[in-house]
């Protein structure tokens, strides 16, 4: 077979990864904790509108609330990436401060 001869023909095989500048990951993940921001705010804002329609709606409660359940719990993992992204963003800040350092020569 042709591959066979010339190895594998994956997207990424034999290729180095691109590695991001400490400002671009700083960017990166400055982008991604604004995103998990928004998305934990609407998960929350999601779960208390299910709250609110299984008053509204007995006939239909349970369902509300299991709504209601899964939105909460997205918005609680959304904290955790709101976190992790911080983190990631600190490194980065601190891997640019550190770059800096080397490069005035102190």
Do not use: C, W
């Amino acid at each position: 077979m042709e591959t066979e001869k010339h190895g594998h023909h994956h997207l990424f095989h034999g290729e180095k990864k691109h590695e991001k500048t400490p400002e671009q990951q700083l960017k990166h993940h400055k982008h991604m904790q604004r995103l998990a921001k928004v998305g934990t705010v609407t998960a929350g804002a999601y779960a208390l509108h299910e709250k609110h329609k299984a008053k509204k709606d007995p006939e239909n409660a349970h369902s509300h609330r299991i709504k209601e359940e899964i939105a909460a719990t997205v918005a609680v993992g959304g904290v955790v990436l709101v976190m992790h992204e911080h983190h990631e963003k600190k490194a980065a800040k601190k891997k640019i401060k550190e770059e800096k350092k080397k490069g005035n020569g102190h």
